[in-house]
């Protein structure tokens, strides 16, 4: 059971991820969380870091879809500044997103990655899927009121990860596998 929940890597940051750690992997397709993944949850603006991350993907002509639980409006407006697809109220860790995602992407599940700074909706949702995940640690230390209790929740699971690896552990690229 504890097996679901383990990320394929454990990345510092989104921004760390480079096409060629992508390529060297045969990922051609990244599927992201939105809120303390991409952009910090309590603001609606995009980064000059999270900019230049997406555009350094764009000229390497890998794509990147937004899966968000959150309200179609937050996720419009900020995909559509960004010039994302996205799917909202993805409902993670359902595997209805994914799907959605694949057909979108016409991609096998095996050449598409996960990022997210949750283990309960988007590490999950990514295993149950079948498709390699990234954890990053969240971009804020707080987090939306809804959020804490997944929060809660992780920090038992997490405990519960390393104490089974105790070789598992934080790295700065896909390069740094976690054991």
Same mark, same amino acid.
């Given at each position: 059971?504890?097996?679901?929940?383990?990320?394929?890597?454990?990345?510092?940051?989104?921004?760390?991820?480079?096409?060629?750690?992508?390529?060297?992997?045969?990922?051609?397709?990244?599927?992201?969380?939105?809120?303390?993944?991409?952009?910090?949850?309590?603001? /609606?603006?995009?980064?000059?870091?999270? $900019?230049?991350?997406? !555009?350094?993907?764009?000229? +390497? @002509?890998?794509?990147? #879809?937004?899966?968000?639980?959150?309200?179609?409006?937050?996720?419009?407006?900020?995909?559509?500044?960004?010039?994302?697809?996205?799917?909202?109220?993805?409902?993670? /860790?359902?595997?209805?997103?994914?799907? $959605?995602?694949?057909? !979108?992407?016409?991609?096998? +599940? @095996?050449?598409?990655? #996960?990022?997210?700074?949750?283990?309960?909706?988007?590490?999950?949702?990514?295993?149950?899927?079948?498709?390699?995940?990234?954890?990053?640690?969240?971009?804020?230390?707080?987090?939306?009121?809804?959020?804490?209790?997944?929060?809660?929740?992780?920090?038992?699971?997490?405990?519960?990860?390393?104490?089974?690896?105790?070789?598992?552990?934080?790295?700065?690229?896909?390069?740094?596998?976690?054991?």
């Amino acid at each position: 059971m504890l097996e679901w929940f383990k990320p394929t890597w454990m990345v510092n940051s989104i921004y760390s991820i480079t096409p060629d750690q992508l390529r060297k992997n045969n990922i051609k397709a990244v599927l992201t969380d939105l809120d303390n993944t991409l952009i910090a949850w309590n603001n /609606p603006e995009a980064t000059n870091e999270s $900019l230049e991350w997406i !555009q350094m993907m764009e000229e +390497a @002509e890998i794509p990147i #879809m937004i899966l968000s639980n959150n309200s179609g409006d937050r996720v419009k407006s900020v995909a559509e500044y960004l010039e994302l697809d996205y799917i909202h109220r993805s409902l993670k /860790p359902s595997r209805r997103a994914f799907r $959605l995602a694949q057909e !979108q992407l016409d991609l096998p +599940a @095996e050449e598409m990655l #996960m990022v997210g700074d949750q283990i309960i909706t988007d590490v999950l949702g990514a295993n149950r899927f079948g498709i390699r995940s990234v954890l990053v640690k969240p971009l804020l230390e707080s987090d939306a009121w809804n959020t804490k209790i997944n929060r809660f929740i992780e920090l038992r699971v997490m405990d519960l990860l390393f104490k089974a690896d105790p070789n598992m552990e934080w790295g700065d690229s896909l390069d740094e596998p976690i054991s």
